[in-house]
């Protein structure tokens, strides 16, 4: 099976950064995903990594550890705008061909002025 | 926008009568997906699709089915609606089963069961 673990709340400063961490375990690994959803809208796409390091994005980075199940999600200078819920998703090799992700529960980011 | 939208986007209901929802989208998307949000858990995968009429089971299935008729359109009913099912549903599309192919959401759906 796959398990998921990201922490539930986090604050930060706007113009500071912060990093959200997520440590996943699953019966294969085929992609780690990270989402953005704003209250009462939609998840949207961030960040895709399959192989170990750092993935830049602008403001936004993802790092990826498979060896240790491990992988973060960086925001540099942040924006009051950027208070949001942070969704880590993977997919296991299990998923076959039905591409479906298992999604941790969230951490919801306050940016405080 | 991308090409997937989810109808009704609110609905109250009340226990023990027949709810349907829809997602349908733009993209000749092969792969569609029903998700329920609800806080403390996050998003829980109800049913998939791979392809029309072919579909199977996520991990939170009991309670709903799926039907895939066409590619465009991908239905979730719960057949007698429970207050448990109170949630919110969003609706995936996905090109492709491996490799960077993430999802696109819809834009949801908030269902009350009274």
């Known amino acids: 099976g796959q398990n998921i673990d990201q922490p539930t709340e986090m604050t930060a400063t706007e113009g500071a950064i912060v990093q959200i961490n997520c440590t996943y375990q699953?019966?294969?690994?085929?992609?780690l995903f990270w989402y953005q959803q704003h209250a009462g809208e939609a998840p949207t796409f961030l960040s895709y990594?399959?192989?170990?390091g750092l993935e830049e994005k602008g403001r936004f980075s993802s790092f990826l550890s498979r060896s240790k199940g491990y992988s973060y999600l960086l925001l540099k200078e942040l924006q009051m705008k950027d208070s949001a819920s942070y969704l880590c998703?993977?997919?296991?090799?299990?998923?076959?061909?039905?591409?479906?992700?298992?999604f941790g529960q969230g951490t919801t980011l306050q940016v405080k002025p | 926008d991308a090409g997937i939208t989810q109808s009704p986007r609110h609905k109250v209901t009340e226990t023990g009568t027949p709810v349907t929802l829809r997602c349908h989208q733009t993209?000749?998307?092969?792969?569609m997906y029903w998700y329920r949000q609800d806080p403390g858990h996050g998003l829980r995968l109800i049913h998939y699709?791979?392809?029309?009429?072919?579909?199977d089971k996520g991990e939170v299935s009991d309670g709903y089915s799926v039907s895939r008729s066409k590619t465009e359109d991908f239905l979730l009913t719960l057949e007698s609606a429970t207050s448990s099912q109170t949630s919110v549903y969003f609706c995936?599309?996905?090109?492709?089963?491996?490799?960077?192919?993430?999802?696109?959401f819809g834009s949801g759906t908030r269902l009350t069961v009274v």
């Open positions: 998703a993977t997919r296991g090799r299990g998923s076959g061909n039905t591409g479906k992700l298992i």
């Open positions: 699953t019966s294969g690994f085929n992609g």
């Open positions: 990594n399959v192989l170990d």
């Open positions: 993209e000749n998307h092969r792969y």
């Open positions: 699709s791979y392809g029309v009429k072919d579909t």
């Open positions: 995936a599309i996905s090109e492709g089963s491996g490799g960077m192919y993430g999802y696109t």
